[in-house]
């Protein structure tokens, strides 16, 4: 990390856990624990979830999001919440292009543009993936995978839109699988994805750029990952559903 230059974020993707009920009792249990965090932490939790997440989570330092959203504002896409009632409701945060969406969803690269810009048209702060799958990063082609993820999502983002993205690097083969990056490989593509937006954008705004490491982080490996120049923090997922594995990540993107 380099809080110098750039924010350090910790947001947990809870996926298809916690109802309502235990959302709340979660986020009770985790409030003490990451009070005195020295970056911004953000829970993004299931749909349902969202009205008991954000009254729990009032007052706290802790902000709610959602792990999707769809490009339209309205129309027959059953099954689907659009970013203009996530900004009705006050969801500030909205994670787009998840693997898992990718993997399971049928999401592609254009999908993931669209939706990137229909949260940013509504005010949503976009926590944005990208990630290789095993097969590419045997082939050597992560670089060339992440760079057009990334150079497609940010399709028509201005400079100043870019302030409202977080960048999460999710190698998918470190998804849920327990395998884990190297210190040195996610500070290394990180490095790139960072390298990609200054020639899109300059210098100066990936400096600005927080760009979160999102594979298998976790209470044992985080220190060693966040201590890393390019990660700037982390996409949590089974980590986040424990409070105490959680604040253990988040005081060492503390330090």
């Given at each position: 990390?380099?809080?110098?230059?750039?924010?350090?974020?910790?947001?947990?993707?809870?996926k298809?856990?916690?109802t309502?009920?235990q959302?709340k009792?979660l986020?009770?249990?985790?409030?003490?624990?990451?009070k005195?965090?020295?970056?911004d932490?953000?829970?993004?939790?299931?749909?349902v979830?969202v009205?008991?997440?954000?009254?729990?989570a009032e007052?706290?330092?802790i902000?709610?999001?959602?792990?999707?959203?769809?490009w339209?504002?309205?129309g027959?896409?059953?099954?689907?919440?659009s970013?203009v009632?996530?900004?009705?409701?006050?969801?500030?945060?909205v994670?787009?292009?998840?693997?898992?969406?990718?993997?399971?969803?049928g999401?592609?690269?254009?999908?993931?543009?669209?939706?990137?810009?229909?949260?940013l048209?509504?005010?949503?702060?976009?926590?944005?993936?990208?990630g290789?799958?095993?097969?590419?990063?045997?082939?050597?082609?992560?670089s060339?995978v992440?760079?057009?993820?990334?150079?497609?999502?940010?399709?028509?983002?201005?400079?100043?839109?870019?302030?409202?993205?977080?960048?999460?690097?999710?190698p998918?083969?470190a998804?849920?699988?327990?395998?884990?990056?190297?210190?040195?490989?996610?500070?290394?593509v990180?490095a790139?994805?960072r390298?990609c937006?200054?020639?899109?954008?300059?210098k100066?705004?990936?400096?600005?750029?927080?760009?979160?490491?999102?594979g298998?982080?976790?209470?044992?490996?985080?220190?060693?990952?966040l201590?890393?120049?390019?990660?700037?923090?982390g996409l949590?997922?089974?980590?986040s559903?424990?409070?105490?594995?959680?604040?253990?990540?988040?005081?060492?993107?503390?330090?």
């Amino acid at each position: 990390m380099n809080k110098a230059l750039r924010k350090a974020v910790i947001a947990g993707n809870w996926k298809m856990n916690m109802t309502p009920s235990q959302a709340k009792a979660l986020i009770e249990e985790m409030k003490p624990l990451v009070k005195d965090a020295d970056c911004d932490v953000v829970l993004c939790v299931p749909y349902v979830d969202v009205f008991a997440a954000m009254e729990a989570a009032e007052g706290s330092n802790i902000k709610i999001g959602v792990e999707n959203c769809h490009w339209a504002e309205s129309g027959a896409f059953t099954g689907e919440i659009s970013s203009v009632m996530l900004k009705e409701i006050g969801v500030p945060y909205v994670i787009i292009g998840h693997s898992e969406r990718r993997q399971y969803f049928g999401e592609t690269d254009v999908t993931v543009q669209k939706r990137v810009r229909a949260a940013l048209d509504n005010g949503l702060k976009v926590i944005l993936c990208v990630g290789e799958y095993l097969e590419q990063r045997e082939q050597g082609i992560t670089s060339e995978v992440v760079r057009m993820q990334t150079k497609i999502a940010l399709g028509g983002v201005s400079e100043a839109e870019l302030e409202n993205i977080i960048i999460a690097y999710e190698p998918v083969w470190a998804i849920g699988t327990g395998k884990t990056a190297t210190a040195e490989q996610a500070n290394e593509v990180n490095a790139e994805i960072r390298k990609c937006v200054g020639e899109l954008y300059g210098k100066t705004a990936a400096d600005k750029l927080t760009v979160q490491y999102g594979g298998s982080m976790n209470a044992k490996n985080a220190d060693e990952l966040l201590a890393q120049e390019d990660v700037d923090g982390g996409l949590i997922g089974g980590a986040s559903l424990k409070a105490a594995d959680f604040s253990v990540i988040v005081k060492a993107a503390s330090k």
